[in-house]
Structures are given as C-alpha cells and as structure tokens.
C-alpha cells in the first residue's frame, strides 16, 4: 500500500484528505456516517472572537452544479470552542485545524493568541476570503497591502503551522499567494467560494437575504485547479487545494496541479461519508499507476 503521509509545515497529516471549513461542523455531527478519525484532518467551522448569529435566511440557494452560501460565519465564539468543542473533538485520531475570522486585524491576532495556546492543535487556516460578512472577511484577501497586514499580524503571535485561505474572486491569485507568503504563511490554502449570486424571475427578487453569496461545488472546478496550479508554480510553501471536489480523481488532479493535500467541502452535503471514499479511492489510484509515495504526485503533471 502507497504511504499516504503528508506533511504542511510543522502539521503532519496520514493522508491528504481534509475536510473544509464551514461545511463539516466540528466533525461530531458526522460520526453516525463515518469515523472522522480516518481523516487526514479537519478543518472547522469559522471562528470568530465573539459569537455570531450569522446572516437572516435565505441564505443557501441551489445552482445548477453547486451550491450558493452567506451563512456568514454562525458560531458561538473562540472561547466557547476552546472550552466546549475541543476537547470533544481532540478526541478523535485526526488533525483539527480552526478556521480564524475576524472583522478587524485585532480581532484575528485576538483569535489567533488564544489558540496559539491550545496544546492539541497544531496549526490555523486564516480566512482572510470569507465573501459573506459585511466587514473584514474578504476584504483582507482581496486587498495585497492588508492580506500581508493580516498574515504578518498573526504570525507573531501564532508560533505553530500557520495556514492562509486565499479569495479567488481577485485578478492575481498567484501574487496575493506570494504576499502571504513573504508576510510569514507556512502554507496556502485555496479556494474559497466565488461571489455569485441566484434570482428568483418569478417574484423578481434575488434569492439570499444577503443577494450575493459564494459558490461553490462542482462548477468551481476547472476555475479553482488553474488556481492551484498557478499558485503552486509561484510559491515554495506547501498549498492546499480544493473546489469541487467530489472524489477520489478529483483530488488526485488537484494534487497533480501542485496540492500537497486537498479539503472537501460542499460533497460533504450530498455524500457525508464522501472523504473517506476518497481515501480509498486514492489508495486504489497508487496501486493502479504503481504509486509508492503520494507525495510523488504533486505537481507531478507530465
Ligand atoms: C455552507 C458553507 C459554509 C462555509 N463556511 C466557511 C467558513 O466558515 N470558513 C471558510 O474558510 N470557508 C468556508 N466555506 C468555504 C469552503 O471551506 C470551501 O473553501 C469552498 O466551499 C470550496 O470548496 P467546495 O467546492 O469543495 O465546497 C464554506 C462553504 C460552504 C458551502
């Protein structure tokens, strides 16, 4: 059997499948389905410093081969993840990885320090492409001068694997990947959702309370592994890549376009036992192409 094992920083994962952040819960929700310890990681739901209510309803619409979303990051805060969640959730034989938000620049070293402190976790994804707040979110990553402010803010108070969530809804993903990079990021992760946006002819109104939302799913596909590949092509850090993804060729193609690992995200809604299917079909991939290392397959395009 092919060595799964992959590494992001200091964050040693047993495979290259992860979860994504938002569309997962903290992993707890889906262990009538699948056993999240088989997992090379999960990423959680988006934290913030305080609670969130998240935006009025509508706020999911179906689109022909992906889902539109402004939750806009419900949680009930850092502390109470700290004190509630994770210590359930440590429990299970997998990486956790929180998902930092933030308004301001503060609220995300806020965020950051508190979990700098968490002896279990080993490392944050900055989401600095969240589309779906009103202030901060993808404001930051999609601005160069304050994404660098934001990485470069956290990294000195956060001393483990510190992992930066790129918009794709910006001309030059490849550069905001070098800014990040440069300001201290260990990795890059990418995408995030597409500003979309859903109407209802009928009542001739726009579906989500919010009228814009992000894409995401299938249809993202194509659009989120050139991101990769560019992104892989300008960077030395390690990027993890997702959009789209629904099985194992999926993410074996995101690999080959540079991803060292990959997340699943709006498959998880259809599939919740996708992730794993994946595992195994990647193992049967290595088997079949006389993979021994998996990490012989990124970047690895002929
Ligand atoms: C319902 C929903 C909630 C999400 N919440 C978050 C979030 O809290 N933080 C974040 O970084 N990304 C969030 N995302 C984005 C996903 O993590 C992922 O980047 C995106 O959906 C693309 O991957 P996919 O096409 O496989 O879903 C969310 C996506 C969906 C569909």
Same mark, same amino acid.
Do not use: W
């Given at each position: ?65 992906? !889902? ?20 359930? *959730? ?37 989401? *600095? ?8 979110? !993808? ?33 030059? *993903? ?67 890549? !997702? ?38 079909? *990647? ?20």
């Amino acid at each position: 059997m092919a060595d799964l094992n992959v590494t992001i920083g200091d964050l040693k994962l047993k495979n290259p499948v992860t979860t994504a952040s938002g569309t997962f819960a903290y992993g707890e929700e889906f262990k009538e389905f699948m056993d999240p310890g088989k997992l090379g990681g999960i990423f959680v739901k988006g934290l913030t410093l305080h609670n969130r209510e998240g935006n009025p309803y509508p706020r999911m619409a179906e689109t022909a081969s992906g !889902m539109l979303n402004s939750v806009g990051l419900q949680n009930k805060g850092v502390d109470h993840f700290i004190e509630e969640i994770f210590p359930r *959730i440590k429990q299970f034989n997998t990486q956790i990885i929180a998902n930092v938000n933030g308004s301001t620049i503060e609220d995300y070293i806020r965020v950051a320090e508190k979990l700098n402190g968490l002896g279990e976790m080993h490392a944050i994804e900055l989401n *600095i492409s969240c589309p779906n707040v009103k202030e901060g979110g !993808m404001a930051f990553g999609i601005n160069p001068r304050s994404a660098r402010e934001a990485t470069e803010a956290v990294r000195k108070v956060y001393n483990k694997t510190l992992i930066v969530k790129l918009s794709p809804n910006v001309t030059d *993903i490849a550069g905001m990947a070098r800014i990040v990079e440069d300001a201290g990021a260990d990795a890059v992760s990418l995408v995030n959702t597409f500003l979309g946006m859903a109407i209802d002819a009928e009542i001739r109104h726009p579906i989500l309370s919010t009228v814009t939302g992000g894409l995401s799913g299938p249809c993202i596909k194509p659009l989120a592994l050139r991101m990769v590949y560019d992104v892989y092509k300008a960077v030395s850090i390690p990027v993890i890549g !997702m959009g789209g993804i629904m099985n194992a060729i999926d993410a074996i193609e995101f690999m080959l376009a540079g991803a060292t690992a990959i997340q699943i995200g709006t498959a998880n809604f259809t599939d919740p036992s996708v992730s794993l299917k994946v595992i195994d079909g *990647i193992t049967d991939y290595c088997k079949r192409h006389g993979v021994e290392n998996i990490v012989e397959l990124v970047g690895g395009l002929e």
